[in-house]
């Protein structure tokens, strides 16, 4: 069965350092991977996604993920925080079967000034 | 571009009573419409989904049922609230076409039980 594994509950950084989230899937097939940002009390916000094209993913706010196959990871980075970044990061997978997403347990991450 | 819409935000209610929980999406037509849970601990759960107007898929054995009158609208029903089912709700929508899209999500509804 496919699963989603978030290495890390809780990350802190400091303003202005680097962010790595990380991530690794468990998959027979070649999975559809996203990221979701999720602020207190709302919803979920697609950052970005990878569809097996190029496994250097942009997202938005300044966030990027890699695909690496040989891993099985997709871990999402950022090159300088900012305290706005401060919230809950889900790595999700769609099921090649049911197209059903497939959650992580979340990361928290917490940004110090 | 699309938009999806929960309401209420917030909702207190006693145990027992009833629950009618909407959501709509604007933008696109014939959409994957989804009920998640997301309990105290960050986990989401999806409860219902739908592919189409009438078309219900319970995902667990529950308290909760779930109702797409329009090819847009999906509700969220119970005929007597439990402790158990407070949490945060949220619907989701994706590209009715089983591909590679995401699905996105509305702001959710905090439901507390007393």
């Known amino acids: 069965a496919q699963s989603v594994t978030q290495l890390d509950s809780h990350v802190s950084v400091s303003e202005g350092t680097p962010v790595l989230l990380r991530c690794n899937y468990s998959?027979?097939?070649?999975?559809?991977l996203f990221w979701y940002v999720q602020h207190p009390n709302k919803g979920l916000q697609l950052l970005l996604k990878?569809?097996?094209?190029?496994?250097l993913v942009k997202g938005i706010n300044g966030f990027e993920a890699e695909f690496k196959k040989s891993e099985t990871s997709f871990h999402l980075t950022k090159p300088s925080a900012h305290m706005s970044d401060a919230a809950e990061y889900f790595c999700?997978?769609?099921?090649?079967?049911?197209?059903?997403?497939?959650f992580g347990q979340g990361t928290t991450l917490q940004v110090k000034p | 571009s699309q938009t999806i819409h929960q309401w209420p935000a917030t909702l207190v209610q006693p145990v027992g009573s009833p629950l009618s929980l909407e959501c709509t999406v604007e933008?696109?037509?014939?959409?994957?419409l989804y009920w998640y849970r997301q309990a105290a601990g960050r986990g989401l759960q999806l409860l219902f989904y739908?592919?189409?107007?009438?078309?219900i898929s319970s995902e667990v054995p529950q308290n909760l049922s779930a109702s797409r009158p329009q090819d847009r609208q999906f509700i969220l029903s119970s005929k007597k609230l439990l402790l158990s089912d407070s949490g945060f709700y949220l619907c989701?929508?994706?590209?009715?076409?089983?591909?590679?899209?995401?699905?996105?999500f509305g702001d959710g509804t905090r439901l507390s039980i007393l």
């Open positions: 999700v997978a769609r099921s090649s079967n049911t197209g059903k997403l497939i």
């Open positions: 990878y569809t097996s094209a190029a496994t």
């Open positions: 933008g696109t037509s014939n959409p994957n």
């Open positions: 998959s027979s097939y070649s999975p559809s």
């Open positions: 989701a929508w994706s590209a009715g076409d089983f591909s590679n899209q995401p699905q996105h």
């Open positions: 739908s592919v189409g107007i009438g078309q």
